[in-house]
Antibody
Framework: QLQVQESGPGLVKPSETLSLTCNVSGGSTFTANHYWSWLRQPPGKGLEWIGS???????YYNPSLKSRVTVSLDMSKNQFSLKLNYMTAADTAVYHC?????????????????WGRGTLVTVSS | DIQMTQSPSTLSASIGDRVTITCRASQSFSDWLAWYQQKPGKAPKLLIY???TLQTGVASRFSGSGSGTEFTLTITNLQPDDFATYYCQQYNTYSLTFGGGTKVEI
């Protein structure tokens, strides 16, 4: 059964870079079936898509975060990662990794049948 | 970006009720819309994709409809397990966006 699980620090200082990793188990990241994605949810608020990567290396980013975000894929480790630069208090959120389905979706777009449990990242000095 | 607006933001209902949640898009698209259920402290769960296709394993009391700029999620015979927050998500373009959420409470 395909599963994803986030790992990374729970506390980041303002202006620093957040680095999170998502481990994929029960299947391979070398697949045409999924966009490997990151989403986040500030406490008490709604969901926000951050960015996605395809096994070809193509990346797609939220325009509002594009200047600060990098999503990368390490197929040898069956992992994908998120880097978010210049963190501020507004970036405090639960960060989820997810597998986005490409089935029955336009090119570059996806919906999310597979989610990690999420990890809370707090930005504070 | 396509903006998604959900209504209502909160909905009070009783067991056995039929409830409808609406999601309106800032621009028209066909049926590239998904619905999720989220409970406190948990990851969202996909209920419906392609506006009306039920995800495998999801109870048949959930249904979706719509196209263009207006989409609806309907829950018939509301069950105790259905009290949660529901989100719509458009995937018409790669710039994915979610509605603000609808909390269904007792």
């Amino acid at each position: 059964q395909l599963q994803v699980q986030e790992s990374g620090p729970g506390l980041v200082k303002p202006s620093e870079t957040l680095s999170l990793t998502c481990n994929v188990s029960g299947g391979s990241t070398f697949t045409a079936n999924h966009y490997w994605s990151w989403l986040r949810q500030p406490p008490g608020k709604g969901l926000e898509w951050i960015g996605s990567i395809y096994y070809t290396g193509s990346t797609y980013y939220n325009p509002s975060l594009k200047s600060r975000v990098t999503v990368s894929l390490d197929m040898s480790k069956n992992q994908f990662s998120l880097k978010l630069n210049y963190m501020t208090a507004a970036d405090t959120a639960v960060y989820h990794c997810a597998g986005g389905s490409v089935s029955m979706a336009p090119l570059g777009a996806c919906y999310f049948p597979l989610w990690g449990r999420g990890t809370l990242v707090t930005v504070s000095s | 970006d396509i903006q998604m607006t959900q209504s209502p933001s909160t909905l009070s209902a009783s067991i056995g009720d039929r409830v409808t949640i609406t999601c309106r898009a800032s621009q028209s698209f066909s049926d590239w819309l998904a619905w999720y259920q989220q409970k406190p402290g948990k990851a969202p769960k996909l209920l419906i994709y392609r506006a009306s296709t039920l995800q495998t394993g999801v109870a048949s009391r959930f249904s979706g409809s719509g196209s263009g700029t207006e989409f609806t999620l309907t829950i018939t015979n509301l069950q105790p397990d259905d009290f949660a927050t529901y989100y719509c998500q458009q995937y018409n373009t790669y710039s994915l966006t979610f509605g603000g959420g609808t909390k269904v409470e007792i």
